[in-house]
């Protein structure tokens, strides 16, 4: 899941060094935080946070595969 997220917001910034993804495993989920350069955050994000709901939709279809719960934060 990690390596997808990191996929998917590196083709989104303009700086794809900057970005971070954090994998905290939980007793009944694992939480991904992603970081990105301040200037891309809007990018990340989009207009009304539909990038970043269409981000977590795809990474929870990918989980449900898998049968885990994943949670994308973006910091």
Same mark, same amino acid.
């Not at 992603?34 to 891309?40: F, G, I, Q, R, S």
């Given at each position: 899941? #990690? !390596?997808?997220?990191?996929?998917? *917001? +590196?083709?989104?910034?303009?700086? =794809?060094?900057?970005?971070? @993804?954090? !994998?905290? !495993?939980?007793?009944?989920? &694992?939480?991904? !935080?992603? $970081?990105?350069? =301040?200037?891309?955050?809007? #990018?990340?994000?989009? +207009?009304?946070?539909?990038?970043? #709901?269409?981000?977590? &939709?795809? @990474? $929870? *279809?990918? *989980? &449900? $595969?898998?049968? #885990?719960?994943?949670?994308?934060?973006?910091?």
């Amino acid at each position: 899941m #990690k !390596e997808l997220v990191e996929a998917i *917001a +590196k083709a989104l910034v303009d700086h =794809p060094e900057a970005v971070v @993804v954090n !994998e905290v !495993e939980g007793e009944r989920s &694992t939480i991904l !935080e992603l $970081k990105v350069a =301040p200037d891309d955050m809007g #990018k990340v994000i989009g +207009k009304q946070g539909r990038i970043a #709901k269409a981000i977590r &939709t795809v @990474v $929870k *279809a990918a *989980a &449900t $595969k898998d049968d #885990k719960r994943v949670v994308v934060e973006i910091l």
